[in-house]
C-alpha cells in the first residue's frame, strides 16, 4: 500500500502536467488559425478575406450557414455535402463549379475553429491586433499577441505546478499516516528526490525524444519550401500593370506554358515586342523599361538596336542612356534644357540601371537580365506545364494565385507533395474534352449508367509514384 502512494505524487504531477500542455495547445485560436489557414486554404482563397480567387471570399461566411455542424462538415467533405443536396453547398458549387473543393477529414473542431476565428479577424481588421494607439486602419503590427500568450501559458503551468506540489504534500502525508497506522517506519521522501527519481528522468527523457523527433520531422518536411517567398528583382516589372491593367494574357509571355514542360521566363525579345513603341511606364517613367533597352541593346532615342554593342565600353552605353532619359525628362516637363533635378534623377537612374543588370559574376551590362527563380521544385520531382495548362485546363491562378494582383510576384502554394496529391483526388479530368480518354471504357460505361458522377485524376493513376518520380 505504501509502496502504491509513493508512486503517486509522480503520476499526478506529470498527468496534471501533461493535461495542462494539453489544454494549453488544443485551445482554439487565431495563431494557430493562421498557420492551419496558410497549409491548407491560402492556395485557393484570398488573404483579405474579402476577395474572391479560385474560391470565394471567406469573411463572414459562417453566417451563411445554417449551423456549425454543416459548415465544418463542408470543410471536411464539400463533395459529400453537395452529394447530399444541402442548399448552401450546390450553391457553391453551382457558382465555383468545376472547381472542387480539397476536403480535410482530418481537421479536427478546434481546428477549423482555430481557422474560423483568423478569419473573421482578418475580416473584421482585428487580427493582428494594432500598435497601441495607431489610428484604424494603420497597419502598425506588434508582435505582442505571441508575448501575451506565452505569458498565459506560463501561468497556467505554474498553477498546475503549485497544485501539483500540495496534491505531492497531501499524499505524503498520506503515506505517512498509513506507514504508521501499520506500525511501518516511513521516509518521507522531499520534493527533489521524487523530481529526480529513476522513473520520472526516464519519463523525461523519452518525452525529450518524442518532442525532438516531431520537431526534426516537420522542419525535414519543411526543408525547401518556400511558400511566400517574394524576391526583389532585377527589374520592378508590374503584373498589376501587365496581367491586370493591360490583361495580357499568362501565355504570352510564358509562352512555354502550354507546350513545354517549363512556363519559361520570357526572353527580353519577348520584352521588345512592346516596349519598342512604349518606352515610357506609367509607374516608373524611364527607369525600369531602360533596363530592358540596356540589356539588350536598343537605343529608344533613334529607335534601333546598336550594332556591336556587345563590344561598346562602359561610358557608351551611359551616354547613349543617359542621352534618352534627359530627353525623356526634358519633353515631360517641357523645358528646354535639363535641370539640376533632373540631373540627379538620370544620375541615380543610371546607377539602378548599372547595379540591376551586373553583379559579381556578370561584369558587363550587355546580356540576359538575371531574373530571381520563384518556384522551385525538387530535381527529383517531375512537373510538366503543358500537361496541364493544356490539357488539364487548369487555370494559372489555381497554384500561381491573382498573379494579375500581385505588384510583386511571390510564391503562392506551399508546391508540396500532399498539395499536389489532394489537388488529383479532387480535381475532375475532362472527360470528354479530350479524345485520348476514349481508352479508359470502363469509367464511360460507368458514368452512362449512372454509377459514377466524374472521374478525377486519381482515378486515372494520378497518384502513381511513377507519375511524378522516375
Known amino acids: 500500500m505504501i509502496s502504491r502512494f509513493r508512486k503517486l505524487p509522480v503520476l499526478i504531477i506529470l498527468g496534471l502536467f501533461l493535461l495542462g500542455i494539453t489544454n ?77 473543393m480539397t476536403g480535410f477529414p482530418d481537421l479536427t473542431d478546434d481546428e477549423i475553429a482555430s481557422m474560423l476565428l483568423y478569419i473573421d479577424g482578418v475580416y473584421a481588421g482585428t487580427y493582428p491586433p494594432k500598435a497601441a494607439g495607431a489610428p484604424a486602419g494603420a497597419g502598425a503590427v506588434v508582435d505582442e499577441p505571441k508575448g501575451s500568450n506565452l505569458w498565459s501559458y506560463g501561468l497556467i503551468i505554474l498553477f498546475l505546478a503549485g497544485l501539483s506540489y500540495i496534491l505531492f504534500r497531501i499524499l505524503g502525508n498520506l503515506n505517512q499516516l498509513s506507514a504508521a497506522k501499520d506500525g511501518v517506519d516511513y521516509d518521507k521522501p522531499s520534493l527533489m528526490k521524487v523530481l529526480t527519481s529513476k522513473g520520472l528522468v526516464t519519463f523525461l527523457l523519452f518525452c525529450l525524444v518524442i518532442f525532438g523527433g516531431y520537431t526534426t520531422v516537420n522542419r525535414a518536411i519543411n526543408l525547401g519550401r518556400q511558400q511566400g517567398y517574394e524576391p526583389d528583382q532585377p527589374i520592378k516589372f508590374s503584373h498589376v500593370t501587365h496581367a491586370g491593367l493591360n490583361k495580357i494574357d499568362c501565355q504570352y509571355c510564358h509562352d512555354g506554358a502550354r507546350r513545354s514542360k517549363h512556363s519559361v521566363i520570357p526572353a527580353t525579345n519577348t520584352c521588345m515586342n512592346c516596349h519598342s513603341a512604349i518606352k515610357v511606364g506609367s509607374q516608373y517613367g524611364t527607369a525600369e523599361i531602360t533596363k530592358i533597352f540596356a540589356s539588350i541593346g536598343y537605343d529608344p532615342l533613334n529607335n534601333k538596336y546598336i550594332e556591336n554593342y556587345e563590344k561598346m565600353p562602359e561610358d557608351s552605353i551611359k551616354a547613349i542612356f543617359t542621352a534618352w532619359m534627359t530627353d525623356a525628362y526634358v ?121 459514377r458522377t466524374k472521374v478525377t485524376v486519381a482515378d486515372i493513376g494520378g497518384l502513381e509514384c511513377q507519375k511524378c518520380h522516375y
Request: hydrophobic share 35%; with cysteine.
Open 24 to 100: 494549453v495547445y488544443a485551445q482554439p485560436s487565431p495563431d494557430a488559425g493562421k498557420v492551419l489557414f496558410t497549409a491548407n486554404c491560402a492556395s485557393c482563397h484570398a488573404k483579405d478575406m474579402k476577395s474572391a480567387l479560385t474560391g470565394p471570399a471567406l469573411g463572414g461566411a459562417e453566417a451563411n450557414w445554417d449551423t456549425k455542424e454543416n459548415l465544418y462538415a463542408w470543410i471536411r467533405n464539400s463533395q459529400g455535402m453537395i452529394q447530399q443536396g444541402h442548399p448552401r453547398a450546390v450553391e457553391l458549387w453551382n457558382k465555383y463549379k468545376p472547381t472542387v
Open 331 to 451: 519633353t515631360d516637363k517641357g523645358i528646354a534644357a535639363i535641370d539640376a533635378d533632373g540631373e540627379e534623377l538620370v544620375d541615380n537612374q543610371w546607377r539602378d540601371i548599372k547595379k540591376s543588370l551586373t553583379n559579381e559574376q556578370k561584369k558587363t551590362i550587355p546580356g540576359p537580365i538575371e531574373w530571381v527563380k520563384i518556384h522551385n521544385l525538387p530535381d527529383h520531382a517531375y512537373f510538366n506545364h503543358a500537361q496541364h495548362v493544356a490539357v488539364g485546363k487548369v487555370a494559372c491562378q489555381t497554384c500561381h494565385g491573382a498573379v494579375e494582383k500581385m505588384e510583386v510576384v511571390k510564391q503562392y502554394s506551399p508546391l508540396s507533395m500532399g498539395w499536389c496529391i489532394n489537388c488529383h483526388r479532387e480535381t475532375e479530368v475532362k472527360f470528354s474534352e479530350n479524345d485520348y480518354y476514349k481508352s479508359y471504357e470502363q469509367f464511360h460505361t460507368e458514368i452512362k449508367e449512372g454509377k
